[in-house]
Each structure stands twice: as structure tokens, then as C-alpha cells.
């Protein structure tokens, strides 16, 4: 626990704050390494937020990593004699380069043409470029058709989506595979639904409908794999950690012989915690401090990092920190981490035949990709804020 983390987009809602900075900014202090997978949107509300010279500074200190991409994934949705069928591609445009959305970015957020040019050209090298590959799009698809996995992720997106108290119990999901991709029978009345959702997500965001539904799907599948590639935790939006949390409890489920002996994600609260990310959000914090900080936290992460979750320790850890400093002086809270132990995996899944066994349980190479990490160690934990809804087991 506390190696690295990965942060992907936390407010789907909202383009301009696409990121709790809060959170990035809490899970610095603990983290030894904090990633984040950043689009445009979330590279200018970094550069916005912090000031560029201090997002320098907090790659220099090796205080934070950014992963650019590209590329994005999404679905397509095309009308063939009256009948949807959805697939899922990889875009990406010329016009829209690393390099090129680096330059505009700065100089946005500098003001000056010529000094923001220089500033994209001075540090277009400490930002890495990854792109989306195409066993995330395979993994997609398989998803897409298992009829298990499919069905309750869409109930779930669905309860994530409208935050009312809705029957769900009796709603279909079910896909076929089609020439154009696959297509979607459902019970689910979309109208009804909208008139509920509309009521806290305006239509000019979003509908729900079965593209959308398949798109948080794709999404869950493409941040897993970024994170497990990177063998990190994991901190995005409160749905996609739910999707996260069923994902690897159901792929186990299938991998493992004797299932009773998984442990899923538990919770994990540490009650003396400082409202950090709430002062970083409101802005009631002095960015320079805040580095300062961050950066007096780096010689004791080698005591933290590794640790099992004991409250104990990482209060003291957290006290050493940030005592005499601002944010000693913030008020009290909890903090909240979903903690995966896979108790008995390695055991369980090398005695059934290993990883060899996974294509004749059906699983693919993305499923197979995820359950080896996860037998060579990779813990699948997230980092929780305070006001996402229950979304662990207890």
C-alpha cells in the first residue's frame, strides 16, 4: 500500500475540473508515486490550478507524473434498418498533437504567445505520451457480451448515474453480437429514466441511453489497464471505482476454484486525517506552503510505503508531516481507502493450473492480463473521498 496511485477523471460532469485536485494533493502526501492520465482538460486544470513552474517542480521532486494521451476511446453508435449497433473505436487527430495542445495550453495560461511557446518547448519532456491500446478495445468487447458482467454493470451505472432510489431489480441489459459490432436488448425505458437524470445532469451533458451505459463500460477497462500497467492504486470518479470494485471481484469469481477464499475490496477509514483536500479545493491554502509540504513528505514515505493499513502508523506518519506547518493547522476528518487483499490468490489460481487456465474459463487477454498482475502483486486499492456514496463491501 502507498506505492503509487493513478488518477483518471473524477468528475465526469464537469470539463474544467475534471480533477479533485484536493485528492491528487492528499495522496501526494502519502503516495510515493501519484500519476495522473491527463487529456487536454486535465493538463489545463493542473497548469490553471498549481501555475506551471510548480507542476515543474512537482515532476522535478518526483512528486507527481503525467501521462498524456492522445488517443481516445469511445463508442460508436451507428441505425441499420431501424436497429442499433453499437462498436467501440480509437480516435485520434493531427490537429490535436501533444506538442501542439501543449503549446496552446501555455500560453492560455501565460498570457504571452512567445513566452508560452518557450515554456511548452522547455518542458514538453517531463510529461510522458502513452496511447490506448488496442487490447483495451478487445477487453471491451469481450466485456460487452458477457451477459453476467454486462447486465449488473449496467444496473450499476445506472444507480451511480441518478442519484434517487430506483427499482432496478427487474431491468434486462443483455447484448448480441452483431456485423457492425453487437446490439442491445433491454427492458430499461430510457424516457422514464431521462426524466429523473435530467433532473441533476442537464441534457446538453449527457442521456442516458445503451451507448452511454457501454461507454462507462469501455471506460472501466481502460483504467485498469492503465493502472495495472503502471501496477498502481487507483483514484477516479465514485462510478467507475464501483464498476472497478465488481470487474476484479468478478473475474476472481470465475478464475479462482474456491471463491469463498477472496476477500474483496474492504474499507479502510483513518479518522485523524486534516481537511487538506477541502482547503486545497476552496483555495484557502498558499501554493507555495502546500509544495513545501509536499516536498518535507518525501524523506518519510520510505517508512510508509509498503505497509499493511495499520491507523496507528500512518497517524504517525501523518502527524510527523504536517506538524507545524499549515496544514497542522487545518480541522479534522476521515479519509477513506478501499483496500483489496485477494487473500489465498496466488495459491488458489496456481494450484487450478495458473494462468493457463484462464482461456478455457473463457476469460480474454485483457481478463488474463489483469488477473496476472494481480498474482504478481498488483493491489487494486482506491483512494475514496469522504462524500462518494457506500461503494465498498463490508
Known amino acids: 500500500m502507498f506505492k503509487s496511485i493513478t488518477f483518471f477523471n473524477q468528475n465526469t460532469t464537469d470539463t474544467s475540473n475534471p480533477l479533485d485536485i484536493g485528492a491528487l494533493v492528499e495522496c501526494m502526501l502519502f503516495y510515493g508515486e501519484t500519476s ?9 486544470q ?39 449497433e453499437h462498436d467501440i473505436g480509437q480516435f485520434s487527430s493531427p ?18 504567445t512567445g513566452k508560452g511557446r518557450r515554456t511548452a518547448q522547455r518542458i514538453q519532456g517531463l510529461i510522458k505520451v502513452k496511447n490506448h491500446e488496442n487490447i483495451i478495445l478487445e477487453g471491451a468487447r469481450k466485456s460487452f457480451i458477457d451477459q453476467e458482467y454486462i447486465n449488473y454493470s449496467a444496473k ?48 446538453s451533458h449527457s442521456t442516458i441511453n ?21 501496477l498502481s492504486e487507483i483514484a477516479t470518479s465514485g462510478l467507475s471505482a464501483n464498476l472497478i470494485s465488481q470487474k476484479i471481484n ?18 479502510f477509514v483513518f479518522d485523524d486525517a486534516k481537511s487538506l483536500r477541502e482547503a486545497v479545493n476552496k483555495k484557502q491554502i498558499d501554493l507555495d506552503d502546500l509544495v513545501s509540504v509536499l516536498k518535507n513528505s ?6 510508509i510505503l509498503g505497509i499493511e493499513p495499520d491507523q496507528n502508523l500512518i497517524k504517525s506518519y501523518y502527524a510527523e508531516v504536517t506538524k507545524k506547518t499549515i496544514v497542522d493547522k487545518l480541522p479534522g476528518k476521515s479519509a477513506r481507502w478501499g483496500i483489496f487483499t485477494g487473500a489465498g490468490l496466488i495459491a488458489d489460481v496456481m494450484a487450478t493450473g495458473g494462468i493457463g487456465t484462464a482461456v478455457g474459463l473463457g476469460l480474454g487477454a485483457l481478463d488474463t492480463f489483469y488477473l496476472d498482475k494481480l498474482i504478481t502483486g498488483w493491489k ?15
Open 380 to 394: 487494486p486499492n482506491q483512494f475514496i473521498e469522504d462524500d462518494v456514496k457506500e461503494l465498498l463491501k463490508k
Open 95 to 112: 490537429q490535436h498533437t501533444y506538442q501542439d495542445e501543449l503549446r496552446k495550453i501555455c500560453i492560455d495560461v501565460i498570457g504571452k
Open 298 to 303: 518525501q524523506k518519510f514515505k520510505k517508512w
Open 156 to 203: 450499476s451505472i445506472i444507480q451511480s448515474l441518478i442519484p434517487e432510489k430506483i427499482d432496478l431489480d427487474g431491468v434486462v441489459f443483455q447484448t448480441e453480437k452483431s456485423k457492425g459490432g453487437l446490439v442491445v436488448a433491454t427492458n430499461i425505458n430510457y424516457a422514464a429514466l431521462n426524466q429523473v437524470y435530467h433532473k441533476y445532469t442537464p441534457p
Open 250 to 267: 468478478y473475474l476472481l469469481e470465475k478464475s479462482i476454484q474456491s471463491s469463498k477464499q477472496i476477500q474483496d475490496f474492504q474499507g
Open 36 to 44: 495522473v492520465v491527463a487529456n487536454q482538460s486535465i493538463l489545463r
Open 46 to 84: 493542473l497548469f490553471t490550478y498549481f501555475g506551471i513552474d510548480r507542476v515543474v517542480e512537482l515532476i522535478e521532486e518526483n512528486l507527481l507524473n503525467i501521462i498524456y494521451t492522445e488517443t481516445n476511446v469511445g463508442v460508436i453508435t451507428r441505425t441499420t434498418n431501424g436497429t442499433e
Open 210 to 230: 445503451s451507448a452511454l451505459i457501454l461507454s462507462h463500460t469501455l471506460n472501466v477497462e481502460s483504467e485498469l489497464f492503465f493502472s495495472s500497467n503502471n
